[in-house]
């Protein structure tokens, strides 16, 4: 049994969290889920499943309206629910589906606490434990920008009030992150990677996504806000940080066909 089952929209940057921690430090993560549009047929669960047909017929005693990213009713046990009361994924579980970590840094942080071998990714100390909730806590705070300007684009809802919102979250968090690798090069907390630096690099990837709506943008007369050059210009530490833990063998398989993809996009512009 793995030591962590995470159910989840694949592929999620947000998982990224886990996978990216675990690979690191040596911890079993199960992953179970399906494209974004395909799970409304799936069953929520600590056994989470396509739907059958014993599901299908439970109907009304299951469905839910969402409230967040899935504009239709969603099949959630009541199981389900217990574990995690505000319904969301990423969901993860423990051994046997009796405990649910919910909030991807969450689960993060109990891929950390789980380790058996590696960095010591949530620090040596109470001081550095607690340094690294303050990289988690900013990047949610950065993150909830980013996903309503990112549903807003998702559902052609975009306005220049929502971009504005999320292009001063973005240079905030920018900045702030500059700021501390100028005076600590190589990593946020400590001398060697931990949660703050991998949420970093899933919180920035997450953003980045911006740019499948290239198209979107432009009708409204928006800018991107994550302009790979120009960001490089302002923030160079924070960015070549970025670069580099990207490349780091754990980070790799999950971002590198992210990033193919993203620069594929961005090539073909929107003809
Ligand atoms: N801050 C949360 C965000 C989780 C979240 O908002 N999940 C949405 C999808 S993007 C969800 O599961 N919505 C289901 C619903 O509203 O029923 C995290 O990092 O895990």
């Not at 309206?65 to 423990?94: C, I, W």
């Not at 949660?195 to 979107?216: P, W």
């Not at 670069?243 to 993203?262: R, S, W």
Request: proline share 6%; charged share 20%.
């Amino acid at each position: 049994m793995a030591d962590l089952r995470i159910f989840s929209y694949i592929p999620n940057p947000r998982i990224w969290k886990a996978t990216i921690a675990a690979r690191l430090c040596g911890v079993d993560v199960e992953l179970r889920g399906a494209k974004p549009g395909q799970l409304s047929e799936w069953l929520w669960d600590y056994d989470a499943r396509p739907l059958n047909n014993v599901d299908r017929a439970r109907g009304k005693e299951l469905l839910r309206q969402s409230r967040t990213g899935f504009n239709t009713e969603l099949y959630k046990t009541d199981g389900f629910l217990a574990a995690h009361p505000f319904g969301t994924v990423p969901a993860a579980f423990g051994p046997n589906g009796d405990i649910g970590i919910f909030e991807s840094n969450s689960i993060a942080r109990a891929v950390a606490r789980l380790r058996r071998h590696g960095p010591a990714l949530y620090g040596d100390d109470p001081y550095e434990a607690s340094r690294i909730d303050s990289f988690l806590d900013v990047s949610l705070v950065f993150a909830l920008a980013g996903q309503n300007y990112l549903l807003a684009l998702n559902n052609n809802a975009i306005t220049a009030d929502i971009h504005g919102q999320a292009r001063k979250a973005f240079t905030t968090y920018m900045a702030g992150m500059e700021a501390a690798l100028s005076s600590s090069p190589s990593y946020l907390v400590g001398d060697d990677i931990t949660l703050a630096d991998i949420v970093f690099v899933a919180e920035l990837c997450s953003f980045a996504r911006e740019a499948v709506h290239l198209e979107r943008l432009s009708e409204h007369g928006l800018e991107i806000i994550f302009q790979p050059d120009a960001t490089a210009a302002s923030y160079p530490t924070a960015i070549a940080h970025f670069d580099e833990l990207c490349q780091g063998p754990a980070f790799v398989p999950d971002i590198a066909p992210f990033m193919e993809k993203l620069e594929a996009r961005r090539e073909a512009g929107f003809s």
